[in-house]
């Protein structure tokens, strides 16, 4: 099965902002990889998908890159709003569906 | 609009049986496929089970396989997911969540707000 590994795990940064989350596969899974982010007590919320296709919605500040096994979500200019846990989740191999561990972004 | 809306969770013992459901609205549930996604306290997300849109094919992941089944009812807009040998590691959030018909599957569009489910004697 494939396995994802999101770095860092926790991040602390200041409004304005630019903050990169990198998420790594264990094989290449080509685009297929989707973004998610969580605030406490909601549930998941896609950001993007495909690797870097934005979900209708979602602010242009966020933007996703990468292909093979090594991935980026890039938040441009972090909001007040933008404070959650974010999850990578691999779609080349499925079923299973994996997700990364998670990235709590918190205010310095 | 799209909602799903999650029920059934609560306190069950190790070795017990408990369903939980996941009634929508807002679009054609028959054209979309369904998961259970779900989240022990303070941990990471773990996908659980995929139903196709007919109910056609369904899949597992390793630590739930042979224990819980999917299903769903299309006439009455509900997914379901049986519960059966619960383990404390069962314990959980379990949400639902619907597949994006895009080029790409897999991709989780929506999700409903969650069932806790806490396996303890």
């Known amino acids: 099965d494939i396995q994802l590994t999101q770095s860092p795990s926790f991040l602390s940064a200041s409004v304005g902002d630019r903050v990169t989350i990198t998420c790594r596969a264990s094989q290449d899974i080509f685009s297929y990889l989707a973004w998610y982010q969580q605030k406490p007590g909601k549930a998941p919320k896609l950001l993007i998908y495909?690797?870097?296709t934005l979900q209708s919605g979602v602010p242009s500040r966020f933007s996703g890159s990468g292909s093979g096994t090594e991935f980026t979500l890039t938040i441009s200019s972090l909001q007040p709003e933008d404070f959650a846990t974010y999850f990578c989740q691999q779609l080349n191999s499925y079923p299973p569906l994996a997700f990364g561990g998670g990235t709590k972004v918190e205010i310095k | 609009q799209v909602q799903l809306v999650e029920a059934g969770g609560g306190v069950v013992q190790p070795g017990r049986s408990l369903r939980v459901s996941c009634e929508v609205s807002?679009?054609?549930?028959?054209?979309?496929?369904m998961h259970w996604v779900r989240q022990a306290p303070g941990k990471g997300l773990d996908w659980v089970a995929v139903i196709w849109n007919d109910g056609s094919n369904k899949y597992y992941s390793d630590p739930v396989k042979g224990r819980f089944t999917i299903s769903r009812d299309n006439s009455k807009n509900t997914l379901y997911l049986q519960m059966n040998s619960l383990r404390a590691e069962d314990t959980a959030v379990y949400y639902c969540?619907?597949?994006?018909?895009?080029?790409?599957?897999?991709?989780?569009?929506?999700w409903g707000q969650g069932t806790l489910v806490t396996v303890s004697s």
């Open positions: 807002g679009f054609t549930f028959s054209s979309y496929g």
């Open positions: 495909a690797a870097s």
């Open positions: 969540a619907r597949e994006a018909i895009t080029a790409i599957q897999g991709v989780f569009d929506y």
